[in-house]
């Protein structure tokens, strides 16, 4: 198959939408990429990016078109709302000179925002060519989890957009059964809902480190929980910290932050006014492949949201990273997310926004035997194994997409 794939973030951006399509092309399809130029999270281009930087690459035998958009910036709404809408309209125009007859699909990858959407649905509209649509992030309720965006007005708005994307698409894959049904609500039929969640790429493995380790002298000795990700709102953060605190007299535990956001300079300044210098840890962000060396010295791994009604429909990305690494998890979520690591029996669950019954958790595990520790990690990577294999997933996306082409 010629496939296109339309998503605002590819390489050397560091979304799994980059294994995806590495992954349909090791399995013999033709991949092509319509992407911006990459500008996440830093928010400014990366090097050797700008607006006058070549329109076309190639990666791995991927070809990638790269449409020019308003960077992030420094992430404020207005920001993010021009950035969004270049690319949607940029990438477009650039839509229109595609020629049809290099694509048997349209797949989108659809992260925030949904409008990166709209150039796929006005080829498909010129063309005729099915959209696949594979939805991680739920539209306007994504929005109104994550951000200040309360305004009835702007979300009926982006509800009713959201809503017009979502039916013009031939067949949506999701990554939440969850998402399921909220889609039924909104009309679309069944027929065209299919669950089908991420995996964590072939680097996510049981790592057994050198005792030399530069990642050694970085990571405190003691039992340490760790959080890898995005230090943002959805995240919990004020719920971590208030555990964080509520153990500080416990020397020895120690909670160690991998990652960048919008909300590390509050969680630095809490760490501070909270006197948590000896017990809470921010490492800053490094490259993906090397987090599983970092996950080799987590005694947990930590999981946490805030509580809101879309997140409990969501399974965090990073529950399989976490599996795949053979740790103990720490799920403070709701819903989906809590289900899938009891389901698995990979570690202990407690509610979102529940510092007392996090903190309670932490010690559950403190106070196990690494024997029994141990054994809930081993639980999660077989769980990992059965459910969220990176070949099992292709080969279901792929019989999808021939089942999906059969029925036009």
């Not at 069944?190 to 669950?195: H, Q, V």
Request: glycine share 6%; proline share 5%; charged share 25%.
């Amino acid at each position: 198959m010629k496939i296109l794939c339309v998503c605002q973030y590819f390489w050397p951006e560091s979304f799994r939408v980059t294994d995806v399509c590495l992954g349909l092309k090791e399995l013999g399809h033709e991949v092509t990429v319509l992407t911006g130029i990459p500008n996440y999270p830093e928010g400014d281009f990366f090097k050797g990016y700008g607006f006058c930087s070549p329109r076309e690459e190639n990666f791995q035998g991927i070809r990638i078109i790269r449409s020019c958009l308003i960077p992030r910036m420094q992430g404020k709404g207005w920001q993010l709302g021009l950035n969004y809408l270049s690319f949607a309209f940029i990438s477009s125009i650039n839509s229109l000179f595609l020629r049809p007859v290099d694509f048997d699909l349209i797949f989108i990858y659809q992260l925030s925002p949904i409008t990166m959407a709209v150039p796929a649905l006005l080829l498909k509209k010129k063309n005729n060519i099915p959209v696949l649509l594979y939805l991680l992030d739920l539209w306007p309720e994504s929005v109104e989890a994550a951000s200040s965006i309360k305004s009835p007005f702007i979300l009926n708005w982006l509800d009713r957009i959201s809503s017009s994307i979502y039916h013009r698409c031939d067949r949506i894959l999701v990554t939440s059964r969850g998402f399921i049904k909220r889609l039924a609500e909104r009309g679309i039929e069944g027929s065209r809902l299919f669950y089908w969640p991420q995996w964590a790429e072939d680097l996510y493995q049981i790592v057994e480190l050198e005792e030399n380790a530069e990642e050694r002298r970085q990571v405190p000795s003691g039992f340490v929980v760790m959080f890898a990700g995005n230090i943002g709102v959805s995240q919990g953060f004020e719920t971590i910290m208030d555990a964080a605190e509520k153990l500080k007299d416990h020397k020895d535990i120690h909670w160690v932050i991998l990652g960048d956001g919008r909300m590390k300079s509050w969680v630095e300044g809490e760490v501070e006014s909270r006197k948590l210098n000896h017990c809470f840890h921010l490492l800053g962000r490094y490259p993906v492949e090397k987090m599983p060396r970092y996950f080799a010295l987590a005694d947990a791994l930590l999981v946490s949201l805030i509580k809101d009604p879309i997140l409990t429909l969501t399974l965090p990305a990073k529950v399989q990273s976490y599996m795949a690494c053979g740790k103990p998890i720490l799920a403070a979520v709701d819903g989906e997310g809590a289900r899938v690591v009891e389901e698995a029996q990979a570690g202990l669950t407690c509610p979102s926004e529940d510092a007392n019954a996090l903190a309670n958790s932490v010690l559950e595990l403190y106070k196990m035997d690494s024997t029994a520790r141990m054994n809930m990690g081993n639980q999660g990577k077989a769980y990992f194994n059965s459910h969220f294999k990176r070949e099992k997933l292709l080969k279901e996306l792929e019989a999808n997409i021939y089942e999906m082409l059969k029925l036009q």
